[in-house]
Structure formats: C-alpha cells, structure tokens
C-alpha cells in the first residue's frame, strides 16, 4: 500500500468521524432544547399486580382528563409548569378519587420533577433520551411498572401525523424535526455522548 493511499484512507476514517461528531453534536443541542420544550407525564403503578396495573391506566385516564382544560391555555413549558405547579393536591385528589371508585384505598402523590427518560417511540413521533421535567403521579408505594407520555404540549391527548401540528403545538421546528423525522441514529448518538460524559 503506497503512503498516498494509507494517507487517503486515514483522512476518510477522520473525516467520517467528524462527521459523526457533528452529527451527534447538533442532535444534542437538539435535544437539550427539546428538554426545555416539553413537560413529561409520569404515573408509577403502586405494584405489578394486575389489579394494580389496571388502577395505573384508570389514573392515566382521569389525569389526561385533567390535563386537558388545564393546560388548554399555556403557550410554553414554563406556563404550563406554573400551572401544574398551583394544580398538585387537585391532580392527586383527582387520581385518589378514581382509585376509591375502584375499591382502593391507596394514597397518590403528585410532584415535578427533573427525572430521566430513556428513548422513546410513540404512535407518530419518537423522544430521545434525555433529563425532563415532568409530571410524576404515584400510587401508593409505587413499586409498579410505570406508564409515561408527554403533558406538555398536549401530545397524548390528541393525535399527531406530523411535525406541522408539532409546530403549532408550540414546539420549535427543530424540536419537531428531531421528534417525527426518524433520527433513531441522532438518538444513538446523544446516548452515547451521554454515556461518555458520564
């Protein structure tokens, strides 16, 4: 192998990864956004049980009930936080009431919190790992599997085909691009950023 060729071909494998560092750096500034975009929803089933379970999702149900006029008028994730902020007791008296139709006598504690999030693929768009504020409601001692979606914008309220109603949802176009445009690879990549800084 002649020098030029060896040279040629340490360039390419560099520039390759260039590539990829670009790639994976856009899709963290990206995704850092997204974080500061959204509001998640986070409901802890108090165990695995199949009654317990199926308590989980009458909570999910009622709370997305709530959710809906409540956060109807919040244009960004800041709002929305200051009004699930004010409505904790009545979302946990809310879940409480439903469990108590159900025979149950569990307690349920709502809260935000900053919580991590793994990748996560949703009928029509997609969510990358990553640190977000969310909406956590558990039940009892929450020793269950737990559902989760997003709160805000209302996006497991309603469906969505696509990045134009993430748009005028409120959500940035590079948010809505990350979340609809199949960037199962820029995931990837901002994983293993994460890891790596970790």
Not at 6 to 11: P, Q, S
Not at 14 to 22: K, P, Q, S, V
Not at 49 to 78: F, H, Y
Not at 167 to 178: C, E, I, K, N, Y
């Amino acid at each position: 192998m002649t020098p030029w060729i060896r040279r040629a071909g340490v360039l390419l494998i560099l520039l390759g990864l260039a590539g990829l560092f670009l790639t994976g750096a856009a899709a963290e500034r990206a995704r850092a956004a997204l974080e500061d975009e959204l509001i998640r929803i986070h409901i802890v089933a108090a165990s695995d049980s199949p009654e317990d379970q199926a308590r989980k999702l009458l909570v999910r149900d009622r709370i997305l009930t709530e959710l809906s006029p409540l956060l109807a008028d919040c244009g960004t994730a800041a709002e929305a936080q200051a009004v699930l902020l004010e409505a904790l007791p009545d979302l946990a008296a809310a879940a409480e009431e439903v469990l108590r139709e159900a025979g149950c006598t569990d307690a349920v504690t709502a809260s935000l919190a900053v919580e991590a999030f793994p990748t996560r693929d949703y009928e029509g768009f997609s969510l990358p790992a990553g640190r977000y504020t969310a909406l956590r409601l558990v039940i009892g001692d929450g020793g269950g599997h737990n559902w989760w979606c997003v709160a805000f914008p209302p996006l497991c309220l309603e469906a969505v085909s696509g990045g134009g109603e993430l748009t005028a949802m409120g959500l940035s176009p590079d948010a809505a691009a990350l979340m609809t445009g199949g960037y199962t690879l820029r995931f990837r990549c901002v994983e293993l950023a994460e890891r790596l800084r970790s």
